[in-house]
């Protein structure tokens, strides 16, 4: 079930800042290679984060779930001069696609690539972050979320991703898939969290952000 109608999405698209020449690319070898290639993040979402960036301009970027890097090189974007982007995948067979497209797009020493289990990288972390992406697998959501709330500064930002589950989360629970189900729970976990506020974005596969209160 597509959230967003096709004619709006081309509609908002056409009136959103147009993707840089690495990004489509990127967009162009996913499609044609990478299993799966629903899961790039793709034009708005991906100027979406980068806008986030911009305004936050954070010192240390944390996300959970590479990919091909699309996202990381739209987060990565508006880091300060200084900043880093740490990005983990357990998936190592795309990692040599996402560092060319790193250094395509001349963030090479702005994004560090973590292989391995996000639990396992995340708790060898001593930085604070200022924002967090998470795009991993959706069973992990709620232990992500407690993992790196410790780690996020007050006033920082979580972005969660696909927190409607292609409209999945519409439907009664008997009829939900388990990444539905989890989902749903890790909106109710966050919601009756009184340590954040958080809005959902009806933004491709529904969008969580998530501000840690000062």
């Given at each position: 079930m597509d959230i967003i109608p096709a004619n709006v999405e081309a509609f908002?698209?056409?009136?959103?800042?147009?993707?840089?020449?690495?990004l489509k690319q990127l967009n162009r070898e996913t499609n044609l290679k990478v299993e799966q290639p629903h899961m790039l993040s793709g034009h708005l979402q991906g100027q979406f984060l980068s806008l986030v960036s911009?305004?936050?301009?954070?010192?240390?970027?944390?996300?959970?779930?590479?990919?091909?890097?699309?996202?990381?090189?739209?987060?990565?974007?508006?880091l300060t001069p200084t900043g880093i982007l740490h990005t983990i995948d357990i998936n190592e067979e795309r990692?040599?696609?996402?560092?060319?497209?790193?250094?395509?797009?001349?963030?090479?020493?702005?994004?560090k690539m973590h292989i391995g289990k996000a639990a396992d990288v995340i708790a060898q972390f001593d930085d604070v972050f200022d924002l967090v992406f998470i795009d991993a697998d959706k069973a992990g959501y709620e232990k992500y979320y407690d993992?790196?709330?410790?780690?996020?500064?007050?006033?920082?930002?979580?972005?969660?991703?696909?927190v409607m589950f292609h409209g999945e989360t519409l439907l009664e629970p008997a009829q939900q898939s388990n990444n539905a189900k989890a989902m749903v729970k890790f909106c109710e976990k966050v919601a009756a969290d009184g340590r954040s506020e958080q809005l959902l974005l009806t933004l491709r596969d529904g969008l969580l952000m998530i501000r840690k209160k000062s």
């Amino acid at each position: 079930m597509d959230i967003i109608p096709a004619n709006v999405e081309a509609f908002a698209e056409k009136y959103s800042t147009p993707e840089s020449e690495v990004l489509k690319q990127l967009n162009r070898e996913t499609n044609l290679k990478v299993e799966q290639p629903h899961m790039l993040s793709g034009h708005l979402q991906g100027q979406f984060l980068s806008l986030v960036s911009h305004m936050l301009r954070p010192e240390r970027i944390l996300e959970l779930g590479t990919y091909t890097g699309y996202s990381a090189i739209c987060l990565a974007q508006g880091l300060t001069p200084t900043g880093i982007l740490h990005t983990i995948d357990i998936n190592e067979e795309r990692e040599d696609m996402c560092l060319r497209y790193f250094e395509k797009a001349g963030l090479s020493d702005k994004i560090k690539m973590h292989i391995g289990k996000a639990a396992d990288v995340i708790a060898q972390f001593d930085d604070v972050f200022d924002l967090v992406f998470i795009d991993a697998d959706k069973a992990g959501y709620e232990k992500y979320y407690d993992l790196v709330w410790e780690k996020l500064r007050p006033g920082g930002i979580i972005l969660a991703d696909n927190v409607m589950f292609h409209g999945e989360t519409l439907l009664e629970p008997a009829q939900q898939s388990n990444n539905a189900k989890a989902m749903v729970k890790f909106c109710e976990k966050v919601a009756a969290d009184g340590r954040s506020e958080q809005l959902l974005l009806t933004l491709r596969d529904g969008l969580l952000m998530i501000r840690k209160k000062s």
